[in-house]
């Protein structure tokens, strides 16, 4: 299945959520429904798997929701007290999203590893599997074995900023485009 016919079956459900919600009449965030279906369209094409936040919820969602939520106070307060906790919170729930992050880049590393996958293709890989791909050619070539504490951390580097940076906007604008 192609990448953009998995991106499509995330619009598809987003789509499915929103007709379900709207036959309700109950009232809900259009804001957090885009923001969790957005989540799930980046963590697809990142990792190739849905992040499932619309549907069940995502750990790595949570965290950055709460740090965001944390950092938020840090900007609105001159309180240097309460300023002091809303950053210690921010840390706390940075680590929980590298932790959960880290996870997954492991899990995909275990199975690229383990299953042999193909990785000649350009086509149809995650934007993890090509990351991994560069990776595990320099792995061949120099002798080494499974994953380098500074790689793991530039990964989730660049997973974090294709999740965070790309899902408010994105979301934003879709929220945006749906009131007009």
């Excluded at 499915?16 to 309700?24: E, G, H, T, V």
């Excluded at 969790?36 to 790595?60: P, Q």
């Excluded at 938020?72 to 300023?83: L, P, Q, V």
């Excluded at 993890?128 to 070539?141: P, S």
Aim: with cysteine.
């Amino acid at each position: 299945m192609s990448k953009f016919s998995q991106i499509a079956e995330e619009l598809m459900e987003f789509r499915s959520i929103l007709r379900n919600k709207a036959n309700s009449g109950d009232k809900f965030s259009l804001e957090e429904l885009t923001l969790h279906s957005t989540f799930d369209v980046i963590g697809k094409a990142t990792f190739g798997v849905s992040l499932n936040a619309k549907t069940k919820g995502s750990a790595a969602l949570e965290h950055w929701e709460a740090m965001s939520r944390a950092f938020a106070t840090t900007r609105e307060s001159y309180n240097f007290i309460r300023n002091f906790f809303a950053k210690r919170v921010v840390q706390a729930e940075a680590k929980k999203l590298d932790a959960v992050l880290a996870a997954m880049v492991k899990k995909r590393f275990d199975v690229l590893v383990h299953e042999k996958t193909n990785l000649s293709n350009r086509k149809g890989l995650s934007i993890m599997d090509l990351i991994l791909r560069d990776y595990m050619e320099d792995l061949r070539r120099t002798g080494k074995e499974g994953l380098d504490p500074s790689f793991l951390e530039t990964a989730i580097t660049q997973v974090k900023t294709l999740l965070i940076a790309g899902t408010g906007t994105t979301s934003d604008v879709i929220c945006y485009l749906m009131m007009m």
